[in-house]
């Protein structure tokens, strides 16, 4: 319990650090935008016709924040966090796959055919 608050803590930090560091979102209220964006992402992932909620997070997240900020920044800012999305799991992925490479105890070679899989086991 105590990760999942810290957690969240960190990322309402993460929202309020990004509304400060870029000045159209100055005056946008971060939280409730971060908030928006769970929930738009949430719906994105419960939506099983698009991969990863394509178009459809981006858009939910668009309709919810409209009455927060303007849509034009809402539109710049889900683009940036799907790419920002995409670029963390694209690391995330390489990584474990680097290291379940590294540390495989085995490297075994493809076999051509069940007698060899035989014979070597």
Known sequence: M?????ALGLFAL???ALGQGHPALADAPMLQLGALYVLSS????????TPGGLGV???AFIALGSSLAPPDLLALLAVLLRIATLGCEFIV????????????PT?????????ETVNHE
């Open 57 to 59: 997070r981006e858009g």
């Open 2 to 6: 105590t990760a999942l608050v810290a």
């Open 93 to 104: 992925s390489a990584v474990a796959i680097a290291v379940l490479h590294r540390t495989s």
């Open 14 to 16: 993460a929202w309020i």
């Open 107 to 115: 490297r075994r070679r493809p076999t051509n055919s069940l007698a």
């Open 42 to 49: 949430l719906l994105g992932m419960l939506t099983f016709v």
